[in-house]
T-cell receptor, first 110, second 112 residues
Framework: GEDVEQSLFLSVREGDSSVINCTYT??????LYWYKQEPGAGLQLLTY?????DMKQDQRLTVLLNKKDKHLSLRIADTQTGDSAIYFC??????????FGSGTQLTVLP | SQTIHQWPATLVQPVGSPLSLECTVE??????LYWYRQAAGRGLQLLFY??????ISSEVPQNLSASRPQDRQFILSSKKLLLSDSGFYLC???????????FGNGTRLTVT
């Protein structure tokens, strides 16, 4: 099966950019998603990228995909305290096939 | 717009007691439905998914079962809870032509 790896923790200063990284093993993943989970809540779909794209920008979010290295990243510009949460990378070919990483806990320091 | 409701939000149950968690989806027809468990280590494990009424696929052998009595209702059950059943349970749905998952707010289950 698919293995998805993420760093467990990331701390940034408010106003700086955050970069959350993810590596995966299944090169046939068609969709690659980023989810956000706030304390005690479910996962919220943030953004996604198709496997035939290298980059996708959505307001403060930029997703970069390096298919050769099977590396996905999420950049959050001008990080705010409200961005503090756990971020999950989830590649897959269908909803049932999505594999979630362990999540990266982003802490935004004032 | 589509919404997903999951309840209760928190539950404390003794070992050996039964369990019933309910999830309903509004604003869509014939969704695919899912139950996930999120352990303390944060990873999500797919427990069950369903593509239609009465159609349940189990991803891992366990003490739990799922049922789908109506198109937009998904229930997670157990006859006798174990300590190891403690965790955060998430219901999710996807469209039949959609690969993205949409999650409920989860149920925190503590088995004592």
């Amino acid at each position: 099966g698919e293995d998805v790896e993420q760093s467990l923790f990331l701390s940034v200063r408010e106003g700086d950019s955050s970069v959350i990284n993810c590596t995966y093993t299944d090169s046939s993943s068609t969709y690659l998603y980023w989810y956000k989970q706030e304390p005690g809540a479910g996962l919220q779909l943030l953004t996604y990228i198709f496997s035939n794209m290298d980059m996708k920008q959505d307001q403060r979010l930029t997703v970069l995909l390096n298919k050769k290295d099977k590396h996905l990243s999420l950049r959050i510009a001008d990080t705010q305290t409200g961005d503090s949460a756990i971020y999950f990378c989830a590649p897959g070919g269908s909803a049932r096939q999505l594999t979630f990483g362990s999540g990266t806990q982003l802490t935004v320091l004032p | 717009s589509q919404t997903i409701h999951q309840w209760p939000a928190t539950l404390v149950q003794p070992v050996g007691s039964p369990l019933s968690l309910e999830c309903t989806v509004e604003g869509t027809s014939n969704p695919n439905l899912y139950w996930y468990r999120q352990a303390a280590g944060r990873g999500l494990q797919l427990l069950f998914y369903s593509v239609g009424i009465g159609q349940i696929s189990s991803e891992v052998p366990q003490n739990l079962s799922a049922s789908r009595p109506q198109d937009r209702q998904f229930i997670l059950s157990s006859k006798k809870l174990l300590l190891s059943d403690s965790g955060f349970y998430l219901c999710a749905w996807s469209g039949t032509l959609d690969s993205s998952l949409h999650f409920g707010n989860g149920t925190r289950l503590t088995v004592t």
